[in-house]
C-alpha cells in the first residue's frame, strides 16, 4: 500500500513508498490517539488483517501482532460506539 500525499485526483505526484507488504485490500482508517491507524486485508499467505499506524503520514509502524481479530474477519469497518457498549461487549467474549 502506499500513501498519495497531493490529492485523490489525477495527476498523482509525491507517491510514498510502500508502507506494507502485497496483496492487500479492503483498507479502513482511524483516527486513534493522536496517530492514524490503516487496517487492511492481507488476504495472500499469511491470511490476516493486519494493521499499521503513523502519526506523521511519513512513518508507519507494523501494529498487525499487537492485536487480535475474529477469526476470518475481512474487510473492516471503523465505527465509534460509546465506552459503556464497548464493555459490554468485550464482556461478552
Given amino acids: ?5 497531493n490529492s485523490a485526483n489525477p495527476p498523482w ?8 507488504g502485497d496483496w492487500l485490500e479492503g483498507p479502513s482508517i482511524a483516527s486513534i490517539g493522536g496517530g492514524w491507524w ?5 488476504y495472500s499467505k499469511p491470511q490476516r488483517y493486519g ?6 503520514w511519513k512513518n508507519f509502524e507494523d ?28 464482556e461478552q467474549r
Fill in 1 to 5: 500500500m502506499r500513501l498519495l500525499i
Fill in 13 to 20: 505526484r509525491s507517491v510514498s513508498e510502500p508502507f506494507t
Fill in 38 to 42: 490503516i487496517y487492511f486485508d492481507h
Fill in 51 to 56: 494493521a499499521m499506524r503513523t502519526t506523521d
Fill in 63 to 90: 501494529m498487525t501482532e499487537q492485536l487480535s481479530f475474529p477469526a476470518d474477519h475481512r474487510h473492516g469497518t471503523v465505527v465509534q460506539i460509546p465506552e459503556t457498549l464497548a464493555r459490554g461487549l468485550q
